[in-house]
């Protein structure tokens, strides 16, 4: 017999969490996940390429102000 490790509170959670469920309810549920982890993506590659764009306006600004 193979023993698992021991599992942290919070993956005990999420598997209580999603042992309530049926099938249908943890699809969804875990959907729900994936669109909130592919939303909190482009809202971080949103805020680098707003950061670059600034930096290069900034070194554009600066190069045309001193010449």
Do not use: D
């Not at 729900?32 to 600034?54: C, D, G, H, K, P």
């Amino acid at each position: 017999m193979i023993r698992s490790k021991p599992r942290s509170p919070q993956e005990r959670r999420w598997l209580k969490v999603l042992g309530t469920l049926n099938e249908f309810q943890a699809r969804l549920f875990l959907a729900s996940l994936a669109r909130l982890y592919y939303v909190q993506e482009m809202i971080a590659a949103l805020i680098i390429f707003s950061v670059l764009f600034v930096g290069a306006s900034m070194v554009v600004l600066i190069i045309f102000l001193l010449l």
